[in-house]
């Protein structure tokens, strides 16, 4: 009996630790990692997407017909527990949420004599994986540079593309060296679509 | 008696579950945290950098003379410890470790008009603060594209111009723009740091 009262004890003191520990730096870092609406269906900013795992960044990158603003550096962040399913799996889990974040590149300031680096936040973005909300099941949304939440885009503003030519699912895996490695053991590519140039396959 | 058995049972859960847990996701996804070395003083490249706190992206950022090298890619990462002291202080504790890496950037494949995105992974190299082992606090190493270990540049190699021109200790914060923030509220910047041309300092 006293045996039984011990164990339960421990199994209590064990839950009571590994609830708030057991995800530690990643809620600590990361607030919310799923999706979040308002009642009227915005989708909620996530406050913290910096502690999230990053991916990979492009410059100017530009799918249509030639662009006349400034090039800018786009960051694309993903939360971790969709990373670590990804991982895994080659496939995104249900709720998965991404960020794209926009920068305006400089080349002039401190030491340097070329190139460009990061300099000031334009906009935030964020493409999900809501499937019981969402028929189409990937959705996008811009927060600009400080808006706390967002309607949908239209679905012929980022969703069309992402459907077509995206490599995994909705996600452009082909501008992502590390994910696409992984794409790749997994299997998960889709047959359909063109990778990058230096791409071994010959897609 | 039994009252101060139960405790001690309920401490030893506490330390046998916090013990493995209380690091959840960071360790597991970037190993250790900490600079490691060989016993004849190499740093032990990290293994899971990928799952630390991103910090920003350059493109073929360049100090010196005109390079003729491609420009490529370079995005830093720090250890989460290290990035959790530094939005507490705007300083880096001992046993910081930064990563660099080198991407190059390609412009041509799937459905890119425009811009440049990160292809191939050509080096890594690390920044480390161990103060009880080098006398110069910073330290620089390079891994080239799969070393499994490094040994110490030469401190006229990264040391010298870091220490110099870098914004904070001897991390060129002034080329990131989230931690740039949180140095100028804790006012760690070195006041005699050339800081980059937007910056609303003057400086």
């Given at each position: 009996?006293k ?5 339960a004890?421990?199994?209590i ?11 530690g730096?990643?809620?600590e ?9 308002t ?6 900013r ?6 999230w ?6 410059l100017?990158?530009n ?9 800018a550096?786009t960051n694309?962040f993903v939360?971790?527990?969709a990373?670590k399913?990804?991982?895994g799996?080659?496939?995104w889990p ?6 794209l974040?926009?920068?305006?590149a400089s ?7 070329q ?10 973005e964020?493409?999900?994986?809501d499937?019981s ?5 990937w ?13 949908k ?6 969703w069309s593309?992402?459907?077509?030519n995206?490599a ?11 994910l696409l490695?992984i794409?790749r ?19």
């Amino acid at each position: 009996m006293k045996k039984a009262y011990l164990a339960a004890l421990f199994l209590i003191a064990t839950a009571i630790v590994i609830g708030p520990a057991r995800h530690g730096f990643t809620e600590e870092a990361s607030g919310t990692t799923l999706p979040r609406y308002t009642d009227d269906g915005k989708l909620v900013r996530p406050n913290n997407y910096r502690g999230w795992i990053y991916i990979s960044s492009g410059l100017g990158m530009n799918y249509g017909p030639a662009a006349h603003d400034a090039p800018a550096f786009t960051n694309v962040f993903v939360a971790p527990p969709a990373y670590k399913h990804y991982l895994g799996t080659g496939q995104w889990p249900d709720k998965t949420m991404f960020v794209l974040e926009v920068y305006s590149a400089s080349s002039h300031g401190s030491i340097v004599k070329q190139g460009q680096f990061q300099d000031k936040l334009e906009a935030v973005e964020a493409e999900v994986k809501d499937e019981s909300r969402f028929p189409e099941k990937w959705a996008y949304f811009g927060f600009g540079l400080d808006g706390k939440t967002a309607s949908k885009f239209p679905q012929d503003r980022c969703w069309s593309c992402h459907d077509q030519n995206a490599a995994v699912e909705n996600s452009f895996v082909q501008f992502y060296p590390t994910l696409l490695q992984i794409a790749r053991a997994k299997k998960t590519l889709k047959p359909s679509v063109h990778l990058v140039a230096s791409d071994p396959s010959g897609q």
